[in-house]
């Protein structure tokens, strides 16, 4: 039984080790800071996954299992969010190339805002009294 688990233990961190290195090779190639962002979160995350899952395997009945387990929770809980906060600061800095882009939602949101914002869009149904003064 030891043979088999050890088996098991190789291949998962095998696996988490290719996937981790594949996410670095493109961290380095990828042409722009949303491709960039792709390749460090997900291959990333779950190639760590899979080597704390390997390390989970061979360490059974130590303590040190749920410090393991914790590091795969926070890790698998917070990649998520600093991507997602990576998306839009390097939308807000156009670092990103906007021709991969099939629909660019927030392009949208950032021109109602603008419209709403000088008032000059509305219609004389959002104005009843009549004191919207364009022009």
Not at 76 to 87: D, F, K, N, R
């Amino acid at each position: 039984m030891s043979t088999l688990s050890d088996i098991v233990t190789g291949t998962l961190i095998f696996l988490g080790s290719l996937l981790a290195l594949t996410a670095a090779i493109g961290v380095v190639r990828f042409p722009d800071t949303l491709s960039r962002m792709h390749a460090a979160t997900k291959p990333q995350v779950v190639g760590l996954v899979l080597i704390l899952l390997g390390a989970f395997n061979s360490l059974r009945g130590n303590v040190d299992i749920w410090m393991i387990a914790l590091v795969g929770i926070f890790t698998v809980l917070t990649a998520p969010i600093i991507a997602h906060t990576v998306g839009r600061v390097a939308y807000r800095e156009q670092r990103m190339r906007s021709d991969l882009f099939m629909v660019d939602e927030l392009e949208a949101q950032g021109a109602e805002k603008a419209e709403n914002a000088d008032g000059h869009d509305r219609d004389a149904a959002d104005d009843p009294a009549g004191t919207d003064r364009q022009g």
